[in-house]
T-cell receptor
Framework: GQNIDQPTEMTATEGAIVQINCTYQ??????LFWYQQHAGEAPTFLSY????GLEEKGRFSSFLSRSKGYSYLLLKELQMKDSASYLC?????????????FGQGTELSVKP | GAVVSQHPSRVICKSGTSVKIECRSL??????MFWYRQFPKKSLMLMAT?????????EQGVEKDKFLINHASLTLSTLTVTSAHPEDSSFYIC??????????FGQGTRLTVV
């Protein structure tokens, strides 16, 4: 079956660094995605990993280890506006260009 | 980047009526689109895969006759919630993508059935 796990909620302080972990067990793998979602809005794309290693994009970085079925999203220099839900998603092998299986999401609260 | 437009963003309907939600890919052709449902404080649950020119593929537990999907062109997929009931109230989101790119999401539709 398909299983993607991430913590339900996290709290961090403005200006700090936070790491959100995601572990997955899926029948196929064609990339791992991180999305940010504010309440009542659609998800917005943050990062994409298909090979092992770290991808850096400004204040956001994402890491992938395919052998361990593990990824994390690292947020640096946290800002209040980073309070949101962060979704880890795996794309199956079916190459349908967008079929994603989502984790339950991590609700991040950034406090002053 | 690619843009996916979803309409309407909010709809309130009476119990027993049907509601149609549209999803358009604005600057690329999408042979496949995806429909998700999201309950409050929950993640996105894939409902079905919309295939241009053929029948949709539904995920287990999703009623085909309840959630009608039509993908008549390479840029438009529609989801019709038939005979809506209050338990169908939810946030519905579509997405589309091309091979080896990220999925692009529509703005989402907040459906409230009263």
């Amino acid at each position: 079956g398909q299983n993607i796990d991430q913590p339900t909620e996290m709290t961090a302080t403005e200006g700090a660094i936070v790491q959100i972990n995601c572990t997955y067990q899926t029948s196929g793998f064609n990339g791992l995605f991180w999305y940010q979602q504010h309440a009542g809005e659609a998800p917005t794309f943050l990062s994409y990993n298909v090979l092992d290693g770290l991808e850096e994009k400004g204040r956001f970085s994402s890491f992938l280890s395919r052998s361990k079925g593990y990824s994390y999203l690292l947020l640096k220099e946290l800002q209040m506006k980073d309070s949101a839900s962060y979704l880890c998603a795996v794309r199956d092998n079916d190459n349908q260009g967008g079929k994603l299986i989502f984790g339950q999401g991590t609700e991040l609260s950034v406090k002053p | 980047g690619a843009v996916v437009s979803q309409h309407p963003s909010r709809v309130i309907c009476k119990s027993g009526t049907s509601v149609k939600i549209e999803c358009r890919s604005l600057d690329f052709q999408a042979t496949t689109m995806f429909w998700y449902r999201q309950f409050p404080k929950k993640s996105l649950m894939l409902m079905a895969t919309s295939n241009e020119g053929s029948k949709a593929t539904y995920e287990q537990g999703v009623e085909k006759d309840k959630f009608l999907i039509n993908h008549a062109s390479l840029t438009l997929s529609t989801l019709t919630v038939t005979s809506a009931h209050p338990e169908d109230s939810s946030f519905y989101i579509c997405s589309a993508g091309q091979r080896n790119t990220e999925a692009f999401f529509g703005q989402g539709t907040r459906l409230t059935v009263v």
